[in-house]
């Protein structure tokens, strides 16, 4: 195994992290499935899935370029990989954050251009190349090819993503309608999810490479 499975168990934990954490692709998948339909909201998924691929690809050619010409890149992708997770936390409690599921009104599209608008979204938003580009060389171990541990990962994290975003596509409206009558437990979620969050940011800061 390219990967020792404790490295890969926390990567899935990071990943579940993230894939829960609101940001413009669960808002947009969200408001498609309860405008247009849960198929709407899939083939969106299909084209945000296209959009982690392209950054996969392009973050583990990258990535193994810059850790082999650059003295230090290992420990400056580590600080930012921390401080990506820090803004997750902060945006799961800041005041006034919106809730994805408050809908937007979206009108009907076909499947092209839902597949295109999930591509687009994924694609424009920066915070996915940060989460490439600075957390995932964080679980990656010496001794093994660079290139092959970044895809590992990079397909961990594209696997748990389309999971939890097609399991919340077919059931948001359901969803949507049990956190309306149920404020407290949505805060309480965020709080949850920002502890977590804010707990691996710390971890990745006190880790060194090859400790």
């Known amino acids: 195994m390219i990967l020792p499975v404790t490295h890969l168990a926390a990567f899935a934990l990071v990943a579940l992290g993230m894939a829960l954490t609101p940001g413009p692709n669960m ?5 498609r499935s309860i405008c247009q339909g ?21 973050a583990a050619f990258g990535i193994t370029a810059l850790v082999m010409a ?17 803004f997750l936390a902060w945006q799961a409690i800041r005041p006034g954050g919106r809730s994805p599921f408050q809908v937007r009104a979206l009108a009907a599209d076909g499947n092209r251009r839902l597949f295109l ?17 600075s957390l995932l060389p964080q679980f ?3 001794g093994s090819s660079m290139l092959a541990q970044i895809l590992m990962l990079g397909a961990m994290q594209i696997g748990i993503s389309v999971l939890v975003n097609a399991a919340i596509a077919l059931s948001a ?9 149920r404020p407290g437990f949505a805060k309480a979620q965020r709080w949850v999810m920002a502890t977590v969050l804010g707990g691996l940011a ?3 800061l006190t880790e060194h490479r090859g400790a």
Do not use: Q
Not at 27 to 31: A, G
Not at 39 to 57: C, D, E, I, K, Q
């Open 70 to 86: 650059v003295p230090y890149a290992y420990d400056a992708l580590r600080l930012g990989g921390a401080a990506y997770l820090l």
């Open 173 to 181: 409206g359901r969803m949507a309608m049990f956190l309306e009558t």
């Open 27 to 31: 808002i947009y998948l969200i408001s």
């Open 117 to 133: 608008m999930g591509f687009m979204t994924n694609l424009l938003n920066p915070k996915i190349a940060v989460m490439y580009l």
């Open 140 to 142: 990656t171990v010496p």
């Open 38 to 58: 849960p198929r709407a909201g899939l083939v969106s998924l299909g084209g945000v899935a296209l959009g982690f691929v392209f950054y996969m690809v392009c």
């Open 202 to 204: 710390a971890r990745m």
